[in-house]
Nanobody, 115 residues
Framework: QVQLVESGGGLVQAGGSLRLSCAAS????????FGWFRQAPGKQRELVTV???????NYADSVKGRFNISRDSAKNTVYLQMNSLKPEDTAVYYC?????????WGQGTQVTVSS
């Protein structure tokens, strides 16, 4: 099993920045990719960004140029740097990892962007 714990959410004004962290523990050697997803009220959960074990990265069009995912393998931690935040970025952000072919989820952290 792998446990994922997110931190770093909060309330920020439009145009501001936040950095989310996701610390993985347990059988982390089985992780092949990390991703950040988000779910706004009344909407489906959507992929924000993903980083694979070979450092391949993809971003949703809505966050390209504003968000940046990075990984500290020594700490088994993934970060999501979010800049130029917009009210439409308001959502619960979930860290996810594919572990031995199965997707695992963190508990989520709330990000609220005020206009």
């Amino acid at each position: 099993q792998v446990q994922l714990v997110e931190s770093g959410g909060g309330l920020v004004q439009a145009g501001g920045s936040l950095r989310l962290s996701c610390a993985a523990s347990g059988r982390t050697y089985g992780i092949t990719s990390f991703g950040w997803f988000r779910q706004a009220p009344g909407k489906q959960r959507e992929l924000v960004t993903v980083i694979t074990s070979d450092s391949s990265i993809n971003y949703a069009d809505s966050v390209k140029g504003r968000f940046n995912i990075s990984r500290d393998s020594a700490k088994n931690t993934v970060y999501l740097q979010m800049n130029s935040l917009k009210p439409e970025d308001t959502a619960v952000y979930y860290c996810s990892a594919v572990v031995f072919g199965l997707r695992r989820w963190g508990q989520g952290t709330q990000v609220t962007v005020s206009s």
